[in-house]
């Protein structure tokens, strides 16, 4: 529990760039040293980013479909079961009539599929999730930012990179 | 190839971008939350008290009971169901915007989705609280849910009652889950600008939001099928709560025609608010640059559209009703036209039908005032519609002698206000705490600056 609660700070080194394309060649040029576990933040999504990095595409999916599977069978298992539960006959009908079950079946897709899939999110977010990692306010508003972590005999190599790919601001993060 | 800049294609080719930095977008954004005018504590005064109305008509309801409601036998739907159609409805035109319209990849929607999408949520808030209202026994409105009661009942599941409960509860919950989701990152932004206890609150309700690259990845998915789920639903929804009527066989109620026609009906109705909403809080938050003619020409096309739509299913209403050779049929209709209920007849054929087809008109597109004034149109003649349908299929349902009108009463009136009232606060508090307008999804759109020249 200490542990997630105080983490240490990552050392390693924070850039921001202000133009997305210099942004992207950092990332590329990184990655081609060997440079894995870099953190890009940026104030929207952008393509030009998703395609340097090249990461795979979101497991939420496989979330989303389990949980709309799920509500679905659970639909038509409990209006089944609570039928035969208290058998009554309404309107001539069979006890099970499935045809009005889908609505409940439908509707029960609907809100398990949702609510796995924002449930996904946040699982990943925090399994994914880099403590101690540095930010900076601007990365939410205009500028894009790159922490790579580094040893301090990687240091100064990494920034000299940054600076040559166009980074407005190099910071180094002690330990 | 020689570039050839034609200012009205680029103008028509860029016209959802507005011409901000992303640092402006967050600025102008931001400067919404600021301190509240005073026109606005006036504005969420009233609302408040508008509310205290119906505060006080309901505690005299749960009282006395509903008999000082206006209802009359055979009618015993009447305002509270009439109102909760209304508001049900109101919700769709958000959820059009902030999902179908994200799926259809329109630009136009952006500006606007956050608006409505809140709209969404308080309106189908205010919704839910229609029902138990009109229960009458607000204290045993669990005997709605599906659970194990003392003689091992269920719920029966082919009652459109039942399925309206969840369709009703699944909407609210999906449709918050959507909002509160898409505010994540804007929050995060205003976080990231403000001080002191502000940042504290924001700092809570951005739940961690950094922007990384591993978070936009699951989020951009999500967000996705988050559109994706919640397109059908918002199809459903009204779909059942038209069921409601359809599946019986009161004359009046028992078409085919009814689900979507009460789709078309909810968007048109929704859009309608969406216009009443926006047109006063784009000027009050200083958004004008944000939200433009642009948008409106948009939303007003899908006013038409919808209104249109309308117009289709009212004629094939009444040409169905002449066509089947029903009597009780016809006379349903020729006394919605005619007979004691014509004037709210006719306000809903008006209103809906025939103000909509000023739209086509751009003129009229473009025209804020027009817009504001046609808006009002369209938020009385839908409740309108639902009264309507409700009250004047039910005073004239199976036998003649048993006919009777009913007529509101202030218990009806007092609930109606206080639902415009709660609506009102919740819409004003949420505009005054939230960024209004989607910041990062605005952002997604202006292309930041770059190194070498040109698109990519």
Known sequence: MAALKRS???????ASF???DAAADAIRALRARGHRNLVVYSPSPNHELEEALNHRVSPVRLFTLIGGLTGCAAGFAMTI???????????GKPIASIPPYVVIAFELTILLGALSTVAAVGLF?????????????????????????????QTSAVETLLRSAGAVEVRHEAA | MAVVTHPTTVSHDTQHIPPMTHAEVTRDVVATLGPASRGYVLLLLGAVSIFLIGILTFLILIKDGLGHAGYNPPVFWSVYITTFVFWVGIGHAGTLISAILFLFRSPWRTAVYRSTEAMTVFAVM????FPIIHIGRQWIFYWLLPYPNQRYLWPNFKSPLIWDVFAISTYLTVSTTFLVFGLLPDLAAVRDKVSGWRKTIYTWTAAGWQGTDNQWRHYSRAYLYLAALATPLVLSVHSVVSWDFASSIVPGWHGTIFAPYFVAGAIYS???????LIIPLRRALRIEHMITEYHFDNLAKLTLLTGSILLYAYAMEYFIA????????????????????WWAGWTMIICNAFVSQLLWFRKIRVNITALFVISIFINIGMWFERYVIIVSSLSNDYLPWAWDQMNPTWADWGILAGSFGWFGMWFLLFAKNFPIVAIQEIKEMIPMPRMRGGHH
């Open chain 1, 8 to 14: 240490r700070r990552m050392p390693g080194i924070l």
């Open chain 1, 18 to 20: 202000v133009q997305i």
């Open chain 1, 81 to 91: 079961w609570m039928s035969y539960d208290w058998p009554v006959l309404v309107g």
């Open chain 1, 125 to 153: 977010s925090a399994l994914q999730g880099k403590r101690g990692v540095a930010y900076d306010p601007r990365f939410s508003d205009d500028q894009i930012g790159i922490f790579v972590p580094a040893g301090s005999d």
């Open chain 2, 126 to 129: 205010t919704a839910g609280l």
């Open chain 2, 270 to 276: 929704g859009i309608g608010m969406v216009l009443t």
């Open chain 2, 322 to 341: 002449w066509y089947s050779g029903n009597t009780f049929e016809q006379a349903t209709f020729f006394r919605r036209a005619f007979g004691p209920m």
